[in-house]
């Protein structure tokens, strides 16, 4: 099932509706991911505003609680997904959601899925699935 998720557009607004700072949010690593989330999602969707194609946005969760984040569907045909980790390593079982995503669209639509996280290298963890910096959103590879 596919269904959209609400992200306040202003992180640093949420912020300050939550009455917390830096030191806070390091306190708080769910809140601190959470918030990443938000901010990745809103920046995946400033990019995809350049994109020739129109690009929709979900959210992916299926009965056995398997999510994916971020889910951009190209048209009717293409589809990937974006998990975004507040922490500088990645491990096989932060793919769960992607593989359970690839295997609900199939192969022939699923172009991809990746792991935004925290550290420093590209891995590859499969078939079309990736570990990647998040800073890598803003610079050239």
């Not at 129109?54 to 992916?60: A, N, R, T």
């Not at 996280?117 to 998040?134: M, N």
Request: aromatic content about 8%; glycine content about 10%; proline content about 3%.
């Amino acid at each position: 099932m596919k269904t959209p998720k609400i992200h306040i557009a202003d992180t640093g607004l949420a912020c300050a509706l939550l009455r917390v700072d830096a030191p806070g949010l390091m306190a708080d690593r769910s809140l601190l991911g959470r918030l990443l989330e938000t901010f990745v999602f809103h920046e995946l969707r400033r990019q995809a505003s350049w994109h020739d194609d129109l690009l929709s946005f979900y959210h992916y969760r299926d009965r056995d609680g398997a999510e994916v984040d971020i889910v951009i569907e190209r048209g009717t045909m293409d589809v990937a997904g974006v998990e975004v980790k507040a922490s500088g390593t990645v491990t096989g079982t932060d793919f769960r959601g992607l593989r359970k995503l690839k295997e609900t669209v199939g192969s022939s639509r699923f172009r991809g899925g990746v792991v935004l996280y925290d550290g420093e290298a590209s891995v590859r963890f499969g078939d079309g699935l990736y570990a990647v910096p998040i800073r890598m959103l803003w610079e050239n590879p």
